[in-house]
């Protein structure tokens, strides 16, 4: 199983010089995980992703798992240049909102006055699916996505990949915008038990989040004691801030792997492999 990141910070792209060593996309991970090539979220970090995905001139085959809706999360989708190409196909698995799709949600975004195209110019075959909390979505006899409830204002979902490869399970967890509490969130537990590796919404401090209680975030503090409550052998920080500089982020980590030693920064082009 191998994990990339294409893109790491929350709420907005932050291009510049301090925030260069992280980079200024906005969410997106790709996982290759039995032969499968699964995409979480369409931030900024998408286009490059896209950008990549055509280099070797083949027919792209992926399947993109959206959290929730929020700008960051989607924006990204509309310049997502695979979609165009009519030889490619996805699945695309998401929340119903309101009895809302996620079809419908995704051509949402693509309406005028927003943006001056219609999603009907992605030319892609797509195939999209309503999914809830609780489901388990077989991509592949080796590939199971379970869908956990994170704690998010208007909705989110965490998702687990478990994959058999060479006799052996891996598993990854992803975990993004969720607003933990003073009691930690089975939920997510849940999803992130004995996992190989997880993500998980790292976007404030614990000072910072104690302005912020009710903002839908949490902080690097409480993705250290998830890590220990579920046993996992690996704890990634992301969807960082958009005012923390690339000096903050590598305090963090320090003070982070104080609490729990495997922690890894998540950064624009890190790869891992487990």
């Not at 000072?207 to 004691?225: I, M, P, R, V, Y």
Request: glycine letters at 8%; hydrophobic letters at 35%; one cysteine or more.
């Amino acid at each position: 199983m191998k994990v990339r990141f294409w893109g790491v910070r929350g709420s907005i792209p932050v291009p510049g010089p301090e925030t260069r060593g992280m980079g200024g996309n906005t969410p997106c991970i790709e996982v290759t995980a039995g032969g499968e090539s699964i995409i979480f979220d369409a931030g900024s970090g998408i286009r490059p992703l896209g950008d990549r995905m055509l280099k070797d001139g083949k027919p792209v085959r992926a399947s993109i798992f959206f959290t929730h809706v929020h700008h960051d999360h989607v924006q990204g989708w509309p310049f997502f240049t695979p979609a165009f190409v009519p030889t490619n196909a996805f699945k695309v698995y998401g929340e119903n909102k309101d009895g809302m799709g996620i079809k419908d949600q995704l051509s949402g975004i693509m309406i005028p006055p927003w943006f001056p195209v219609p999603m009907s110019i992605m030319r892609a075959h797509m195939e999209f699916n309503d999914v809830a909390a609780g489901d388990q979505v077989k991509l592949s006899p080796t590939v199971t996505v379970i869908v956990g409830r994170l704690n998010h204002q208007n909705g989110a979902l965490g998702y687990r990949v478990e994959s058999v490869e060479k006799g052996k399970k891996r598993v990854y967890t992803h975990i993004t915008d969720t607003n933990h509490t003073n009691e930690p969130d089975q939920n997510v537990i849940d999803l992130v038990r004995d996992c190989d590796a997880f993500t998980y919404d790292s976007m404030y401090t614990p000072e910072e989040w104690e302005k912020k209680k009710d903002w839908g975030h949490s902080t690097w503090l409480e993705a250290t004691k998830i890590a220990k409550l579920a046993k996992a052998k690996r704890l990634i920080l992301w969807h960082h801030e958009p005012n923390h500089s690339d000096k903050m982020m590598k305090k963090i980590l320090e003070d982070a792997r104080k609490e729990f030693k495997r922690t890894f920064l998540s950064y624009e082009g890190l790869d891992l492999a487990f």
